[in-house]
């Protein structure tokens, strides 16, 4: 009898998912595209858009390409984001200016210290393709996130600084630039004891920043006369304190910095794109913790309809995972990942990724999710948003009485993509 109730049961069970899984893709299958084929994303209010990925993905360049193409295409996109700091953003927005290779392979190199799987060859080739649809287009190019490299920020203060004379804390900055192979990573990571000049090298650079700001702040009545902009100087000077500081939080941080740009740029006045991690880009809170984007609704500098986040997913594909050294520090070569390096595998995986599998149209298929009573808007349903582990644990925490569409708009989904590869191999 108990076996007898306990078949009906999964029965039942089966036939509920069944049923649920019929109508969502139903739906996907309506509301999907080939990106290759069609970029066209239903904007309406928006101004802003982030596109958000797991990192270390090839194709995943490719799909940014073609969205940021469509809205070039449509003369709307204004602003670009990227996941860096705002001299290192200046200095990609140079080589846009002047289509300097070798800059932009040290852009790179400095980048990936903070988002080391794009250290690679082919955000360097999306660059590459960028750079003179972003040139004739006027496309701006910044950065509201925390320093990783000190390196484009020392050049910053340096280069805001028109009257050089009689400062001689501001030479000590000039004679670290003109070093060579100076290491330039905020927070090097140290695993071996081979590695300890990069630990002195690291104590001495913060010494010399410390010294500067503290003469600058000691005299600046002084200084500010010889500073060409003095509001971007101190921004950067700001941000150089809160990495020589205690540790603050990363989002309040990347908001904080947004404001102050958004005055400076006047950002309303076109269309803004963010290529972050995923994280960033969700619209409500995770684990409890309130994310850039979220922070940009509930500060009510937009509102939830004006901010549209697209999520990568990736399927039999995989991720660059692991950049290996020599204990003397030299390259050696590198690993890649699929599986748990793509949350879409049995022991790590998106609740509910089997349906745009099911749907998808090529290569970079594009789902349109937040569809007037679409099956992505029930309360409670976080599909494609929840990272589900072994034993049903989640990665993630997510708010109550809200769905999917509260978090994501767009879902693309990669498929076959190689790993990137490191930007040593390119120097090979």
């Given at each position: 009898?108990?076996?007898?109730?306990?078949?009906?049961?999964?029965?039942?069970?089966?036939?509920?998912?069944?049923?649920?899984?019929?109508?969502?893709?139903?739906?996907?299958?309506?509301?999907?595209?080939?990106?290759?084929?069609?970029?066209?994303?239903?904007?309406?209010?928006?101004?802003?858009?982030?596109?958000?990925?797991?990192?270390?993905?090839?194709?995943?360049?490719?799909?940014?390409?073609?969205?940021?193409?469509?809205?070039?295409?449509?003369?709307?996109?204004?602003?670009?984001?990227?996941?860096?700091?705002?001299?290192?953003?200046?200095?990609?927005?140079?080589?846009?200016?002047?289509?300097?290779?070798?800059?932009?392979?040290?852009?790179?190199?400095?980048?990936?210290?903070?988002?080391?799987?794009?250290?690679?060859?082919?955000?360097?080739?999306?660059?590459?393709?960028?750079?003179?649809?972003?040139?004739?287009?006027?496309?701006?190019?910044?950065?509201?996130?925390?320093?990783?490299?000190?390196?484009?920020?020392?050049?910053?203060?340096v280069s805001l600084v028109s009257d050089k004379s009689n400062w001689p804390k501001l030479d000590s900055l000039n004679q670290l630039l003109s070093k060579d192979g100076m290491k330039w990573i905020v927070n090097p990571q140290i695993k071996n004891k081979a590695e300890?000049?990069?630990?002195?090298?690291?104590?001495?650079?913060?010494?010399?920043?410390?010294?500067?700001?503290?003469?600058?702040?000691?005299?600046?009545?002084?200084?500010?006369?010889?500073?060409?902009?003095?509001?971007?100087?101190?921004?950067?000077?700001?941000?150089?304190?809160?990495?020589?500081?205690?540790?603050?939080?990363?989002?309040?941080?990347?908001?904080?910095?947004?404001?102050?740009?958004?005055?400076?740029?006047?950002?309303?006045?076109?269309?803004?794109?963010?290529?972050?991690?995923?994280?960033?880009?969700?619209?409500?809170?995770?684990?409890?913790?309130?994310?850039?984007?979220?922070?940009?609704?509930?500060?009510?500098?937009?509102?939830?309809?004006?901010?549209?986040?697209?999520?990568?997913?990736?399927?039999?594909?995989?991720?660059?995972?692991?950049?290996?050294?020599?204990?003397?520090?030299?390259?050696?070569?590198?690993?890649?990942?699929?599986?748990?390096?793509?949350?879409?595998?049995?022991?790590?995986?998106?609740?509910?990724?089997?349906?745009?599998?099911?749907?998808?149209?090529?290569?970079?298929?594009?789902?349109?999710?937040?569809?007037?009573?679409?099956?992505?808007?029930?309360?409670?349903?976080?599909?494609?948003?929840?990272?589900?582990?072994?034993?049903?644990?989640?990665?993630?925490?997510?708010?109550?009485?809200?769905?999917?569409?509260?978090?994501?708009?767009?879902?693309?989904?990669?498929?076959?993509?190689?790993?990137?590869?490191?930007?040593?191999?390119?120097?090979?």
């Amino acid at each position: 009898m108990k076996s007898t109730i306990l078949f009906i049961l999964l029965c039942f069970v089966c036939l509920q998912n069944i049923s649920f899984g019929q109508d969502k893709n139903e739906y996907l299958k309506n509301n999907s595209f080939d990106l290759y084929q069609k970029q066209s994303l239903q904007l309406n209010k928006t101004k802003v858009i982030g596109f958000g990925a797991l990192h270390g993905s090839s194709e995943t360049e490719t799909a940014e390409i073609l969205l940021l193409k469509d809205l070039m295409k449509k003369h709307i996109l204004g602003f670009y984001f990227i996941e860096t700091d705002f001299s290192t953003a200046k200095g990609f927005q140079k080589f846009i200016e002047t289509g300097d290779k070798n800059l932009l392979l040290d852009l790179i190199e400095q980048y990936g210290a903070g988002v080391p799987q794009e250290k690679s060859i082919e955000t360097y080739n999306k660059w590459v393709k960028l750079q003179p649809i972003f040139k004739s287009c006027k496309v701006q190019i910044l950065g509201a996130d925390k320093i990783s490299s000190f390196k484009y920020p020392v050049q910053d203060v340096v280069s805001l600084v028109s009257d050089k004379s009689n400062w001689p804390k501001l030479d000590s900055l000039n004679q670290l630039l003109s070093k060579d192979g100076m290491k330039w990573i905020v927070n090097p990571q140290i695993k071996n004891k081979a590695e300890w000049f990069a630990r002195k090298n690291n104590a001495f650079l913060k010494k010399q920043l410390r010294d500067f700001i503290k003469d600058y702040e000691e005299k600046k009545t002084t200084y500010e006369m010889k500073i060409s902009d003095t509001a971007i100087f101190n921004h950067i000077i700001s941000n150089l304190k809160k990495e020589l500081g205690p540790y603050s939080p990363r989002e309040p941080r990347i908001l904080s910095n947004y404001v102050f740009l958004k005055k400076q740029y006047d950002l309303d006045g076109a269309m803004q794109f963010f290529r972050y991690g995923v994280f960033h880009i969700m619209k409500e809170k995770i684990n409890g913790r309130s994310t850039f984007f979220n922070q940009l609704i509930e500060n009510d500098l937009y509102k939830k309809e004006e901010v549209l986040s697209i999520q990568g997913f990736l399927t039999k594909s995989r991720v660059l995972w692991e950049i290996k050294k020599d204990k003397r520090t030299n390259y050696v070569g590198f690993t890649t990942k699929g599986g748990v390096g793509i949350a879409d595998y049995w022991l790590e995986y998106y609740k509910g990724i089997k349906h745009l599998k099911r749907n998808k149209k090529s290569n970079i298929t594009c789902y349109f999710l937040n569809g007037k009573n679409g099956p992505y808007k029930k309360e409670n349903t976080f599909e494609l948003v929840e990272i589900k582990k072994l034993f049903g644990r989640n990665f993630w925490n997510l708010e109550r009485d809200k769905n999917t569409t509260d978090y994501i708009d767009y879902a693309i989904l990669i498929s076959n993509s190689k790993a990137n590869r490191p930007l040593e191999e390119l120097k090979k």
